[in-house]
């Protein structure tokens, strides 16, 4: 958790400076079925810490998606975070390996959702995205986004 705090500066200091995400585009598959993404990229400090902050919306076939150049447990959080979530934390094979629904948080303090679980990536969407889909630990993600995957 105390990880955090530096990133939320990072995000605030990165919404001052107008910071953009690379975009591309992902799948989740499971049972046969294959379900594509228009996602933005979340692959360094300053674009994981400001996520989504602030987005009044975002489309159903769209999400966010967390690239860690290292194996990780931290949480995550939905400080300024307008849209409820859903997260699916998966390894760098692209299982998913747990999902969870987060609320937004307006303002402190805000709960941290942590998977219990260490993953390599994150993939945020509307919530209920994967549930409306059947989608459930142990589906894969894969597709162009993570060849933006960050190294060591």
Do not use: H
């Amino acid at each position: 958790m105390g990880r955090l705090f530096p990133l939320l500066a990072l995000g605030l200091f990165a919404l001052a400076q107008g910071l953009t995400f690379p975009k591309s585009t992902l799948y989740v598959e499971q049972g046969g079925r294959r379900y594509l993404l228009k996602v933005e990229v979340a692959d360094t400090p300053s674009r994981q810490a400001q996520g989504l902050m602030f987005r009044k919306s975002l489309g159903e076939d769209e999400g966010m998606v967390f690239l860690f150049p290292a194996p990780t447990a931290s949480g995550f959080w939905m400080k300024n975070t307008l849209i409820p979530l859903s997260i699916a934390f998966f390894d760098r094979q692209g299982t998913i390996l747990r999902i969870l629904d987060m609320e937004p948080c307006p303002k402190d303090p805000c709960p941290v959702y942590y998977p219990g679980v260490v993953y390599q990536g994150a993939l945020e969407v509307n919530q209920g995205w994967f549930q409306r889909r059947g989608l459930t630990p142990g589906a894969r993600v894969g597709g162009e986004a993570l060849r933006l995957w960050p190294s060591r």
